[in-house]
């Protein structure tokens, strides 16, 4: 299976922001422009991008649809994500374009309704883990604190088809990635896509043999810290 590397295009009133606990912060990269970050990623080779509606994570609403469009209209399949936490909002992502949607951890306090998303939507669908201190910890405007190997049960025997961890304390650290969450979360058995402080051809090599069959990159591909080119070719 090819390993694949998504950069992350995160958008927060039609501009390109990066993550803060507090909220989204305007990045300066690409003069702020995510369609301008997403054409160079592409340019590069990818075959995916991740785009995370800031304004839907932290305000509830999605503002930045336009923007899924555009990008998904470069070529490239989409991975929305930015908080999804209910069925209506996994498609409008879908009718804007993206190819899958990241479930959010925020949703995965309503274990009902996660479950039936799930099922509506079945491959469509990646569940997003957001781990901090060894617990699921969503952040933005639906915080939850779950336990993970009990969440991870319940989601695997209810059909999840694959899932987005991310390391929450490494996020836009470019600290490296957290090797044993990986781990822990590929011993689920299901597809797992790595997330937070990857910031270096070895840290995407890494999370691969730690069992991964992907990785969202972010601020090390949006101010070019990373060889994208390398990245994707990466087996």
């Known amino acids: 299976m ?20 507090q909220g989204p912060v305007p990045s300066g990269a690409f003069r702020g422009d995510p369609i301008a970050a997403a054409r160079s ?9 991740h785009v995370v509606d800031m304004d839907l994570a932290f305000h509830g609403e999605a503002r930045n649809l336009d923007l899924v469009r555009a ?7 989409v991975q929305a994500s930015g908080g999804i936490a209910r069925s ?20 995965l306090a309503d274990e009902a309704s996660a479950l039936e998303t799930m099922r509506r939507f079945a491959d469509r ?3 997003g883990v957001e781990v901090d201190e060894g617990r699921i910890r969503s952040r933005g405007a639906a915080p939850v604190d779950l336990p993970l190997a009990e969440t991870l049960g319940w989601l695997v025997a209810g059909g999840a088809h694959a899932f987005l ?11 490296g990635p957290d090797v044993a969450l990986v781990k822990r979360v590929v011993r689920a058995g299901k597809p ?9 051809i070895d840290d995407l090599r890494a999370v691969r043999r ?17 060889d994208l080119t390398a990245a994707f070719a990466l087996r």
Do not use: K
């Open 210 to 226: 730690a069992g991964a069959v992907g990785a969202v990159i972010g601020r090390a591909a949006l101010e070019g810290d990373i």
């Open 192 to 200: 797992v896509l790595a997330a937070g402080g990857i910031a270096t």
């Open 71 to 77: 990008i998904a209209a470069l070529g490239p399949a």
């Open 41 to 49: 990623h592409v340019d590069a080779g990818a075959r995916w991008l």
């Open 2 to 21: 090819r390993f694949e590397v998504l950069p992350a295009i995160d958008v927060a009133d039609g501009r390109l922001a990066t993550y803060a606990p």
């Open 88 to 107: 209506d909002d996994v498609q409008v992502m879908l009718d804007a374009g993206a190819r899958r949607v990241v479930l959010g951890s925020g949703a």
């Open 125 to 127: 669908i990646v569940v």
């Open 165 to 175: 961890v991310t390391g929450v304390s490494r996020v836009g650290a470019l600290s």
